[in-house]
Structure formats: structure tokens, C-alpha cells
């Protein structure tokens, strides 16, 4: 994310205009109480860090806690297992916070990206189900895009399609929320580097390239919001609200 920021920010002036076009919402860390203990307990912790009905069991999977097919496929009920989904949907002040902030701006979000970690795989909905939406190839096609200009930058390869078809069905996931309750057409979720050679715990030598790859998916999926709106516009330079959050950063599972 502050390779991201710096892009948007510090070298704005060298970004394409139809960069220029787009508000950009940034949310760096959705977990901030699980992501402070990653950083001095558990290097791999998933969850956030709220009381469940067992003392010794802690956290909430706050991708499995959204209220699109809840407690369903890969969607714990146990509160001790790392996919936990919570007592009800939404219940999480992390999701509450999120959904609230899309009910206010909804007629102004045309996109939405989350980055997780790790697999190397550009992904769509559904991950709740293996039916394709009725626009999967306009998807595929960004998707097919995002990956050729990856490779473009840093010659590694993403592979790409619907979450459920390249890593597993999964129940209350934030793409699924964006698409089937928010509406918003042009939903992504990357898993960022590796392929699996050092998994969760890359080198510090991969954090650039990372927020290289992070950005070229970014720019394509700006790039096709903004001809895709202007194209219908009576305005010569329309500006859209996309937002862009990262649900997990990089030390949590997906």
C-alpha cells in the first residue's frame, strides 16, 4: 500500500490522465488490532482479535464474516478454527465500518480491489458458488489484461479467473458482498506474491515488485472504468469514486 500511495501521489504527474480521472480510496489495514499482533505475537495471524464464546479462542475471519451466503462452504462455525465466521453476518466492527462507508458513497464506487496474499492469481466472483456472473468474460478479460501487464513489469506470471474456480468455494467473502449486495460491477481480489516458495514470509528484496504488480492491476482496472463511463458521458472528464481496500494485508491466510 505505501508503494501505491506513493505512485498516486508523489509521481502523479507522470501517471496517464485517465489516472488522473479517478478518486482514489485507499484503506491500508482493515485488522489494525490483528495486524499489531502479527507483528509482536503470531507472524501469521488471520483474524481480528474479539472474544468469542471460548476464552482460549480469539478472532473472527473477518472474510468469512460478510452477509453474502454466510455460514456456508469454507466457513467455520467452530470459533476456534482460523476460518471463523462469527455469531451473525456483519457483526464485525471492521465490516460495519466498511459497509457503511459504501452505503454513503455507493452511487460513486465503480470498482473495487482487496489484496490478500499469497498464490499469484487474479481472481472474481463467485467464490461461494462455481456459476460464472453473466459478465464473466468482460472480468476474464480484465483479468487477462491485469496479468499481461504484470508480466510486462516483472515478468512473473498470475494466473486468473473466478475465486471459487482458482482457489476454492468460500462463504461471507467481501468480493462476494461487492458484487451480490453492493452491486458494484468491476470487483477483484489478488493474491499477491509468491507462488509458494517462501509463501507468507517474502524477502524484503520482493516488497517493490510487489507494489509494482499491486499497481499495474490498479491502472488497467482504472484505465477500464474510465472508458467505460466516458464512453456514456456528456462530460469531457468525468471523475469516479473507486475504491480500493485491502481486507488482510500480507501476513494473514486467504
Known amino acids: 500500500m505505501i508503494y501505491i500511495t506513493n505512485e498516486l501521489i508523489y509521481n502523479r504527474q507522470l501517471l496517464p490522465n485517465f489516472m488522473k480521472d479517478i478518486n482514489f480510496v485507499l484503506m491500508p489495514i482493515l485488522?489494525?488490532?490483528?495486524?499489531?499482533?502479527?507483528?509482536?505475537?503470531?507472524?501469521?495471524?488471520?483474524?481480528n482479535r474479539v472474544k468469542t464464546s471460548k476464552k482460549e479462542c480469539i478472532g473472527i475471519d473477518l472474510n468469512r464474516n460478510w452477509n453474502y451466503d454466510w455460514n456456508?462452504?469454507?466457513?467455520?462455525?467452530?470459533?476456534?478454527?482460523?476460518?471463523?465466521?462469527?455469531?451473525?453476518?456483519?457483526?464485525e466492527l471492521e465490516i460495519?465500518?466498511?459497509?457503511?462507508?459504501?452505503?454513503?458513497?455507493?452511487?460513486?464506487?465503480?470498482?473495487?480491489i482487496t489484496f490478500h496474499s499469497y498464490g499469484q492469481i487474479i481472481m472474481y466472483p463467485w467464490g461461494y458458488t462455481k456459476e460464472?456472473?453473466?459478465?464473466?468474460?468482460?472480468?476474464?478479460?480484465?483479468?487477462?489484461?491485469?496479468?499481461?501487464?504484470?508480466?510486462?513489469?516483472?515478468?512473473?506470471?498470475y494466473t486468473k479467473g473466478s475465486a471459487s474456480s482458482t482457489m476454492y468455494q468460500a462463504s461471507g467473502t467481501s468480493i462476494d458482498w461487492m458484487r451480490g449486495?453492493?452491486?458494484?460491477?468491476?470487483?477483484?481480489?489478488?493474491?499477491?506474491?509468491?507462488?509458494?516458495?517462501?509463501?507468507?514470509e517474502l524477502s524484503t528484496s520482493e516488497i517493490i515488485p510487489t507494489g509494482q504488480e499491486a499497481f499495474c492491476a490498479i491502472?488497467?482496472?482504472?484505465?477500464?472504468?474510465?472508458?467505460?463511463?466516458?464512453?456514456?458521458?456528456?462530460?469531457?472528464?468525468?471523475?469516479y469514486s473507486i475504491l480500493y481496500t485491502i481486507l488482510f494485508i500480507i501476513y494473514t491466510y486467504t
Not at 485488522?31 to 483474524?47: A, V
Not at 469454507?74 to 465466521?85: G, L, P, Q, V
Request: charged share 25%; glycine share 6%.
Open 31 to 47: 485488522n489494525p488490532d490483528g495486524y499489531t499482533y502479527s507483528q509482536e505475537k503470531d507472524r501469521l495471524w488471520r483474524k
Open 181 to 200: 449486495k453492493a452491486n458494484i460491477k468491476y470487483v477483484f481480489a489478488l493474491e499477491l506474491r509468491d507462488g509458494g516458495e517462501n509463501g507468507f
Open 72 to 91: 456456508n462452504t469454507n466457513s467455520d462455525k467452530d470459533c476456534c478454527s482460523d476460518s471463523y465466521r462469527g455469531s451473525a453476518p456483519n457483526s
Open 132 to 157: 460464472n456472473l453473466k459478465d464473466y468474460n468482460e472480468l476474464h478479460d480484465i483479468a487477462t489484461s491485469m496479468s499481461l501487464k504484470i508480466f510486462e513489469k516483472t515478468s512473473n506470471i
Open 219 to 239: 491502472s488497467v482496472l482504472a484505465k477500464h472504468i474510465v472508458l467505460k463511463y466516458q464512453s456514456g458521458s456528456t462530460f469531457c472528464r468525468p471523475v
Open 96 to 112: 460495519k465500518a466498511i459497509i457503511q462507508y459504501f452505503k454513503k458513497n455507493l452511487t460513486r464506487i465503480k470498482g473495487y
